[in-house]
């Protein structure tokens, strides 16, 4: 079963930036959906950003929406996030998941994803 590897996680204080990295060939510039999820301390795993890896439509959670922006680097076969403006709310262990055969909309829950890495720590301190 293909894997997915996750880079990049890190602590800052809070208003810093990070940069985390999914090591995804095989679904960059495929038809396929690439989303990041995470997981805070004591709470559900939710889904923060998405992309269709063939369309490059890119989807948010108002939680994070206007601070963070997902892109795929198709050469390398990555898909990053940007996290601007961090806050201690977005304190978490951050997953990659993935998907074939279909673009994004409508596919947001953790069932929806076969493919999964094994996430990467990020910690924001005020």
């Known amino acids: 079963q293909q894997q997915l590897e996750e880079s990049g996680g890190g602590s800052v204080q809070a208003g810093g930036s990070l940069r985390l990295s999914c090591a995804a060939a095989g679904f960059t510039g495929t038809n396929g959906c690439v989303a990041w999820f995470r997981q805070a301390p004591g709470e559900e795993r939710k889904w923060v950003a998405r992309?269709?890896?063939?369309?490059?439509?890119?989807y948010y959670s108002q939680s994070v929406q206007g601070r963070f922006t997902i892109s795929q680097e198709h050469d390398n076969g990555l898909v990053n996030l940007q996290m601007n403006n961090l806050q201690p709310a977005d304190t978490g262990i951050y997953y990659c998941a993935a998907v074939r055969g279909t673009s994004c909309p409508g596919i947001e829950r953790q069932n929806d994803f076969p493919y999964w890495g094994q996430g990467t720590q990020v910690a924001v301190s005020s």
């Open positions: 992309i269709s890896t063939w369309y490059e439509s890119t």
